[in-house]
Each structure stands twice: as C-alpha cells, then as structure tokens.
C-alpha cells in the first residue's frame, strides 16, 4: 500500500530550523505532485509548500522565503527545509501527494512541529 512517512518534527526555539521529511512507498515522488499542509489548533489545514513533477515550486505567502520545499529522486523523499521558525508556524505538518494539481489522495500521519521558546 502507498505510505508517506513524515519526520523530523520537534520543539524549536524562535529564529531556529528543522527539516522535514517524507519517506514515499509505493508511489514515485519525481513524477507526482507533492505538497506539505500544516495545521494549527482551531485552524483550517493550509497548504504551505508544493512541487510539481517537473520542478517548479509553490510557497504560502507566509512563510515565503523561509520554507524551501524539495525532493531526493533517489531515495523517494520529500522535504520541507524551515528556517527562521516563528510561534505562528507551530502546527502538524503533513506530506501529501496532489500539491496545488489536485485534492490530495495519499496523506502521511503527521509531525509535530513546535515553536517555542
């Protein structure tokens, strides 16, 4: 079965950096459209970062210039490269398969991501 397995989540303190991943089976990450979503307490899941199969990249205004989205083809991962961490990026961060082309199909389970100091 297709599995996104995120990692990488934790508590940092402001101005810090994680990097997300995603571990993709069953599903090839170079020819899909794959995106990152966040969700906050009492919030609707937003869409912060995509890739197309062919490159090209998306942000959310809001994290624009700090959030870098990226793939390794060779090992079939996606990743979510966050610097300058603020309190409002806390959220659970979720890897998803449709990006800004469709309504994603395959989600992962989620990681936490904890701003803080």
């Known amino acids: 079965q297709v599995q996104l397995v995120e990692s990488g989540g934790g508590l940092v303190q402001p101005g810090g950096s994680l990097r997300l991943s995603c571990a993709a089976s069953?599903?090839?990450?170079?020819?899909?459209?794959m995106g990152w979503y966040r969700q906050a307490p009492g919030k609707q899941r937003e869409l912060v970062a995509a890739i197309t199969s062919g490159g090209s990249t998306n942000y959310a205004d809001s994290v624009k210039g700090r959030f870098t989205i990226s793939r390794d083809n060779a090992t079939n991962t996606v990743y979510l490269q966050m610097n300058s961490l603020k309190p409002e990026d806390t959220a659970v961060y979720y890897c998803e398969r449709g990006g800004t082309r469709f309504v994603g199909d395959y989600w992962g389970q989620g990681t936490q991501v904890t701003v803080s100091s």
């Open positions: 069953r599903i090839i990450v170079s020819i899909s459209p």
